[in-house]
C-alpha cells in the first residue's frame, strides 16, 4: 500500500510538472509572438512613415524641378534680350557714324540741318537702348541668382531623398 501510495504520489508530482511546463512553454511561446508581432507593428509603421515622406519629398521635388525650370526659361529670355539690345544699339550707333559721315558731304544747309537732327536722334535712342541695357542686364543679374537659389532648392531635396532612400535600404535597428 505504501507503494502504491508513493507511485500515486511520484505520478501526481510528475503530472504537476508536466503542466506546470506545458503552461510555462506555451506561455512563453505567446510572449515571444507577442513581441514579434509588436515589432513587426513598430517596422511597419516607420516602413509606411518613410514611404510617406518620400512621397511627400517627391511631390516637392517635382514641383521645384518646375520652378527651376520657369527659372531658367527666364534667365534664358532676359539673356536673348540683353543680345537684342546690344544689336541694336550697335545698329544704332552704325546708323548715327553713317549720319556724321553725310553730314561731312552734304552740300546745302538743310541737308545739314536734317543730318544733325538724325544724328541727335540717333544718339538720344541710343542713350535710350543703353539705359534699357543697364535695366535687362540688372534683370539678367537677378534672374542668374534667381536660378542659383532655386536650383540649391532643387539640390537640397535631392539630398533629402538621397538620405531617405539610404535609410530605407537598410535593415531595420
Do not use: W, Y
Not at 527659372?71 to 550697335?90: G, P, T, Y
Request: hydrophobic share 40%.
Amino acid at each position: 500500500m505504501r507503494r502504491a501510495f508513493f507511485c500515486m504520489t511520484a505520478l501526481l508530482a510528475i503530472l504537476a510538472c508536466a503542466f506546470g511546463q506545458a503552461s510555462s512553454s506555451d506561455t512563453q511561446t505567446l510572449q515571444a509572438l507577442l513581441s514579434e508581432v509588436r515589432a513587426l507593428r513598430q517596422e511597419l509603421h516607420a516602413s509606411l512613415n518613410r514611404t510617406q515622406s518620400m512621397q511627400i519629398l517627391l511631390a516637392r521635388f517635382q514641383v521645384q524641378e518646375g520652378v527651376v525650370t520657369k527659372a531658367s526659361d527666364h534667365l534664358n529670355e532676359s539673356r536673348q534680350k540683353v543680345f537684342d539690345i546690344h544689336m541694336h544699339q550697335k545698329e544704332l550707333a552704325v546708323e548715327a557714324k553713317r549720319f556724321e559721315d553725310a553730314l561731312n558731304s552734304a552740300e546745302t544747309p538743310q541737308q545739314q540741318a536734317d543730318l544733325q537732327e538724325r544724328i541727335k536722334r540717333a544718339k538720344s535712342e541710343l542713350d535710350i537702348a543703353g539705359n534699357i541695357a543697364q535695366q535687362q542686364e540688372t534683370t539678367e543679374i537677378q534672374a542668374e541668382q534667381q536660378l542659383r537659389d532655386e536650383q540649391d532648392k532643387l539640390g537640397a531635396i535631392e539630398s533629402q531623398l538621397d538620405e531617405l532612400i539610404r535609410v530605407m535600404g537598410r535593415p531595420a535597428e
